[in-house]
């Protein structure tokens, strides 16, 4: 049979769009035709395909004419996932494989010029790819990119470490053969001796490596706030002097936070497996990203042809840390309003968009003025008041409205450091935070810091006497609407944790305490 289908899957964005790869040959002048809206990298297969090939000691066709394409043709296609299905295509048109029991499969992975099979990006948004969408198949990826797509659920994923590991299993069958395949629905485990192995599920970590929170001497206030960031899914700014420890809590930020679910996981896994990422010793561990003041825009929200997801979709559901927050560019700053509310993030080019998921938790972390010093105990500030105001006026006021917790974290002396007892441990505090989380979903199916509009009102529960102090507070402070709603839910998150049914005045005052603006030189 001159032509053959193989199928295998192409990435866009966190969409896995079925691609069945057309192989024909035919008599005519010799060439090797790749058609198909490929990418750079796709078309270079055709000399990765022929290398491995004949390296593999299999029979290339030199003689024939060869027209490869990759349907449907409107759709982009990169990297070099392709060269395995190519390779199976060309082997099946060419007789030296059984076509017809490629059916049932999907392919994925690139050819070293060896015939060694290399992982590819997104292996494991193509299983999710295909749980979500119910299909049942199987999918045969290289080492590294088979033991990720086996984290999802039910998912039949066979690894491969060669491409004549793979040929063995679609030779065609002696007469009166039958493949287990065929028979059962499933294929030959096979085992590590031929290079071929069916890929067992991998179970969530009973505890997830997080560095503990005890490291940090005193800081009672701001560990506080990160409590009730954890309880409420709240984000976080802190400003204080360098040295003060405020990135020692922002990077233990996220044990505090509920273990991960396995839907939680395979989000943030697929996630960071499309942005090449994905480490399998990390699994089911909430991410914190930590980009460097410098980056730009496109980094943080993503971008590119084909797009790809930034600092911001890589830290879902876990933690994106921004340090030194004033020296980030405006631009880069500004993109955040949008995915702080939405949770989401649309990247739009001119021929294609791709959304990605941006459910994470803001922890920022900043000096109060430029040399970092100002009210401080220990050194002075050398700031005017013009410089302490254009640095702080470098965050907008609609992005400061977004930030629900503002604390102070002072320098501590030395004679406090050296003699403070560790504190109090990350399990116990995320035990507490958890419990308060817990409660929230279990009365509003979410949490506190995703209410909106009638919810906050329906499930805040302001005892008469808060909502009073609260219009008090304010009217003198000259809050917008969103800071007032925000204090209302950092205040629903307080009573949680206090366990108790209503907000009350003492919860809202406490509430009011992380609404404070950014204080001005004295």
Not at 169 to 192: E, M, R
Request: glycine letters at 8%; aromatic letters at 4%.
């Amino acid at each position: 049979m001159s032509l053959s289908l193989v199928q295998s899957r192409a990435l866009l964005g966190l969409e896995a769009s079925a691609v069945t790869v057309e192989v024909h040959l035919v008599n005519g002048l010799p060439s090797f035709t790749l058609v198909g809206l490929a990418d750079v990298e796709v078309k270079e297969a055709r000399e990765r395909v022929r290398s491995a090939i004949q390296n593999s000691g299999l029979e290339f066709p030199h003689n024939k004419r060869i027209t490869v394409n990759l349907a449907p043709a409107d759709l982009p296609k990169d990297s070099g996932r392709f060269d395995l299905p190519i390779a199976l295509g060309i082997l099946a048109a060419s007789g030296q494989i059984d076509g017809s029991r490629l059916a049932g499969y999907e392919f994925a992975g690139e050819l070293s010029l060896s015939g060694a099979l290399r992982p590819v990006r997104g292996a494991l948004a193509m299983s999710l790819a295909l749980h979500a969408q119910q299909v049942r198949t199987r999918l045969v990826l290289p080492p590294g990119s088979a033991e990720e797509a086996a984290l999802v659920p039910d998912a039949e994923v066979y690894g491969a470490e060669h491409l004549l590991d793979v040929v063995r299993h679609f030779t065609p069958a002696p007469s009166g053969h039958v493949d287990p395949a065929d028979q059962d629905g499933t294929a030959d485990s096979g085992g590590p001796a031929d290079g071929w192995t069916r890929m067992s599920p991998r179970l969530l970590p009973e505890t997830a490596p997080y560095a503990d929170l005890s490291d940090v001497k005193g800081q009672a206030a701001a560990k506080r706030a990160l409590e009730i960031a954890a309880a409420g899914g709240h984000s976080l700014l802190m400003v204080g002097p360098p040295g003060s420890g405020k990135s020692m809590l922002a990077q233990r930020f996220a044990g505090l936070l509920p273990p991960m679910t396995v839907e939680e996981a395979l989000q943030s896994a697929a996630v960071a497996s499309v942005g090449g990422r994905f480490l399998l010793e990390r699994w089911a561990t909430r991410p914190t990203c930590t980009p460097h003041h410098t980056a730009s825009a496109v980094a943080l929200v993503g971008g590119g042809s084909p797009p790809r997801p930034g600092e911001i979709s890589l830290a879902h559901h876990g933690v994106l840390f921004l340090d030194e927050l004033p020296e980030f560019p405006r631009a880069a700053l500004e993109a955040l309003r949008e995915p702080l509310e939405t949770g989401r993030i649309t990247i739009s080019r001119a021929a294609r968009r791709a959304e990605f998921p941006a459910q994470f938790q803001l922890i920022a972390a900043m000096n109060p003025c430029p040399c970092g010093y100002l009210g401080s105990r220990q050194t002075a500030c050398r700031c005017s008041p013009d410089q302490v105001s254009r640095y702080q006026s470098k965050l907008s006021g609609p992005l400061i409205d977004r930030i629900d917790l503002h604390v102070e974290v002072p320098a501590l002396p030395a004679h406090e450091l050296l003699g403070a007892p560790p504190g109090e441990g990350t399990a116990l505090i995320r035990e507490r935070s958890t419990a308060a989380r817990q409660r929230a979903v279990a009365r509003q199916g979410k949490s506190n810091q995703a209410l909106q509009g009638q919810e906050i009102d329906t499930h805040v529960l302001l005892e008469a006497s808060a909502a009073a102090f609260l219009n008090t507070a304010a009217a003198r402070l000259g809050w917008s609407a969103r800071s007032l709603h925000r204090a209302l839910k950092v205040a629903r998150t307080i009573a949680d944790l206090a366990g108790a049914t209503q907000t009350e005045v003492s919860h809202v005052a406490e509430a009011v305490q992380y609404r404070r603006a950014l204080r001005p030189k004295a």
